[in-house]
Each structure stands twice: as C-alpha cells, then as structure tokens.
C-alpha cells in the first residue's frame, strides 16, 4: 500500500471526524484504529532499520592514556 500525502492525510481525517457525529461507538473506536493504521503505517520498516548497536567510544581515557573519569567523577585536564 502506497503511504499517503500529508495532504491527503488530513483530507481523511477530517472527514473522519466530520462524519463522528453520526458514528455509534464502534464505528468511532474503529475510526480511530484506521487513522492509526494511515499514521504509523511506515513505523515498523522504520524500527527494523533503526539499528542502534554502534559501540559507543570509551571515555575513560583522554588521547594521552590519562584518566579522565576516575572513581565515577570526571577529571578535567
């Protein structure tokens, strides 16, 4: 499925929400999830390729092998 256009976004929700009024309460839970689904539709190809395993640097040692962090407090230059 094609995602859609901010535009055509908003276009869907408003009518959504025009049309409420007349809903019943399930009709106004699954409006909900529909807008939901048009939202978030991208969001699980964006957490599978969001991979955050990069090895963060250690900090403990300055270029000159000088302690910079030492028994948990930061040791300036």
Not at 25 to 43: G, H, M, P, R, T
Not at 54 to 73: A, C, F, R, T
Request: charged share 30%.
């Amino acid at each position: 499925m094609k995602t859609f256009t901010r535009r055509e976004y908003n276009l869907v929700v408003k009518c959504l929400n025009y049309y409420e009024t007349f809903m019943l309460e399930d009709d106004k839970k699954l409006s909900e999830i529909i807008q939901d689904k048009l939202y978030y539709f991208n969001v699980d190809k964006v957490t599978e390729t969001n991979n955050n395993s990069l090895e963060l640097p250690d900090l403990s040692n300055n270029l000159d092998n000088k302690p910079v962090i030492e028994n948990g407090q930061y040791i300036p230059f």
